[in-house]
């Protein structure tokens, strides 16, 4: 069975700082990988995938991530925050498989001026 | 118009009572899918759909049900509502190239 693990619930950085959203995934299968962003009283707005091809993808934003298939992880980067990145950050893995979408538990992300 | 409708946005009912919360997209996606998301616990899927004569649980589908009326209609249902219900409740849908999903704003229901 699938699984994914957004290390910290609650990350906090300074403006301009650079933005580091760890995620772990269990897979038995090449998976599919995704960042889902959640601005307050919002729904989930895709930042970015990976399905096939090239390992670092860039998403909205200025986000990136890159699949580490040997460490199973997909950590979402952004080199400089922004204030308006203030939000929940969701990683979510899936297999061409079994479709539907295995969330983590999310991270909240707060940006201090 | 928003691709994935969800109605009502926010619903406060009572202990014991049978609620509906409706989803319509214009995707024209067979896959839809609903997901209850609860603070600390991310989204866990409640049930799926492949397309109108597929239903299958997920891992929450106790106290939930579901109808598939159309491709683009896709309601859940608590048969009998209780408090431990209370959370956010998101419709998606996918194509079956399964690129991503997309989300409804969210249906917020308090059961008193």
């Known amino acids: 069975a699938q699984s994914v693990t957004q290390l910290g619930s609650h990350v906090s950085v300074s403006e301009g700082a650079l933005v580091l959203l760890r995620c772990n995934y269990s897979s038995s299968v090449p998976p599919y990988l995704f960042w889902y962003v959640q601005y307050p009283n919002q729904g989930l707005q895709l930042l970015l995938k990976y399905t096939t091809g090239a390992t670092l993808v860039k998403g909205i934003n200025g986000f990136e991530a890159e699949f580490k298939k040997s460490e199973t992880s997909f950590h979402l980067t952004k080199p400089s925050a922004h204030m308006s990145d203030a939000a929940e950050y969701f990683c979510a893995v899936s297999d061409v498989s079994t479709p539907p979408l295995v969330f983590g538990k999310g991270t909240r992300l707060s940006v201090i001026a | 118009d928003a691709d994935v409708t969800q109605t009502p946005r926010n619903r406060i009912t009572k202990t014991g009572k049978r609620i509906m919360l409706e989803c319509s997209q214009t995707k024209g996606h067979d896959r839809m899918y609903w997901y209850r998301q609860d603070p600390g616990l991310g989204l866990r899927l409640i049930y799926y759909?492949?397309?109108?004569?597929?239903?299958n649980k997920g891992e929450i589908s106790d106290g939930y049900s579901v109808s598939r009326q159309a491709q683009a209609k896709f309601s859940l249902s608590l048969e009998s509502a209780i408090p431990n219900q209370t959370a956010l409740y998101f419709c998606?849908?996918?194509?079956?190239?399964?690129?991503?999903?997309?989300f409804g704003q969210g249906t917020r229901l308090t059961v008193v």
């Open positions: 998606a849908t996918s194509d079956s190239g399964w690129t991503e999903a997309f």
């Open positions: 759909s492949f397309d109108v004569k597929d239903i």
